[in-house]
C-alpha cells in the first residue's frame, strides 16, 4: 500500500523484492551514511589496536573477540582491544550489567585483562572520529546472521579503517572488494587469524585501509549531510 519503499543496502532491496509481494519499482536504496565527514587526506595507521563500538549486549559477539586475543598473546607489541560504549539501556532494566561482568571475567580467564579495555564514556561525534581513526583494525563480531544494515561498518569504512566482520550481509555485501576480512560467526580462532594477519602484515592492512577509503569516496550516495535528503 505504500507509496515508496526506502531500504539502505542492496541486501535489503534483493531480500524485500524476492520474499515478499512487493513492486520493485517502489524500492528505492539510500545507502547508509557515515556520522562523519568523509577524511579529506588519509590518516597514518597506528598499530596494533583493535576498536568495537556501539552499546554492549548479548549478541554482539565481543566474547568471541576477547577468545581471539588469547590467540595473539605472542605479538610485540601485544595488541590491544577497545570495547567502546556503555552497556544497552535496555539490557541494564532487564538484566543489569550481568553481560558486562561477563565479559570482564572472560578477559582474566583468557590471560588477556590487560590488553582488553572497556570504555563506557560517552562519546561525541568528534570524539568517536578519533577513535576510529587511531584503530588498527575495526572488529564486528556479530552474532546475527541477519543484520542487513551496520552504521558502525559505514562508520569504519569512511574512516579508512580495515574491518573484521562476521559473515552478516552488510559485511558480506561491501567488504567483498577488500577493505576486510569476513569470518565465520561465533569462530575465535578464525577472528584470530583475521586480525593476526592484518596486525602483522603491514602492506595488507595498508592496502585494505586504500580500499575502505576507496569505498566510501566511491559512493557519492552516502556523501550526505545528517537530516539532509540525499
Known amino acids: 500500500m505504500a507509496s515508496a519503499v526506502v531500504v539502505m543496502a542492496e541486501t535489503a532491496r534483493k531480500r524485500l523484492c524476492s520474499r515478499f509481494d512487493v513492486d520493485a519499482t ?5 545507502l547508509t551514511g557515515p556520522r562523519w565527514p568523509l ?16 552499546p554492549a549486549r548479548p549478541g554482539k559477539g565481543i566474547e568471541w573477540v576477547i577468545d581471539a586475543m588469547s590467540d595473539l598473546k605472542d605479538l610485540r607489541p601485544r595488541p590491544r582491544y577497545v ?5 544497552h539501556p535496555k539490557v541494564v532494566s532487564s538484566e543489569g550489567e550481568a553481560y558486562r561482568e561477563m565479559l ?16 563506557a564514556t560517552y562519546r561525541d561525534v568528534p570524539s ?8 588498527t583494525v575495526v572488529v564486528l563480531p556479530y552474532d546475527s546472521q541477519d543484520q542487513v544494515t551496520s552504521g558502525v561498518l559505514v562508520d569504519a569504512l569512511a574512516a579508512g579503517r580495515p574491518v573484521v566482520a562476521t559473515a552478516f550481509p ?9 577493505a576486510g576480512v569476513v569470518v565465520p560467526h561465533r569462530d575465535a580462532t578464525a577472528l584470530g587469524a583475521a586480525l593476526r594477519h592484518i596486525l602483522t602484515e603491514p602492506a595488507a592492512c595498508a592496502s585494505m585501509a586504500r580500499e ?19
Not at 570495547?83 to 552497556?87: I, K, L, P, Q
Not at 577509503?213 to 535528503?229: D, F, H, M, N
Open 128 to 135: 568517536l572520529t578519533r577513535l576510529v581513526q587511531d584503530a
Open 39 to 54: 577524511p579529506t587526506t588519509a590518516r597514518p595507521l597506528r598499530a596494533p589496536f583493535a576498536a568495537h563500538l556501539g
Open 212 to 230: 575502505a577509503a576507496r569505498l566510501a569516496l566511491a559512493s557519492p550516495g552516502r556523501r550526505w549531510p545528517a537530516g539532509t535528503p540525499p
Open 104 to 119: 570482564v571475567a572472560r578477559t582474566w580467564a583468557q590471560g588477556v585483562a590487560p590488553s582488553v579495555t572497556f570504555d
Open 26 to 30: 517502489k524500492v528505492t536504496m539510500v
Open 83 to 87: 570495547v567502546a560504549g556503555r552497556t
Open 170 to 178: 552488510h559485511a558480506v555485501e561491501l567488504l567483498s572488494s577488500g
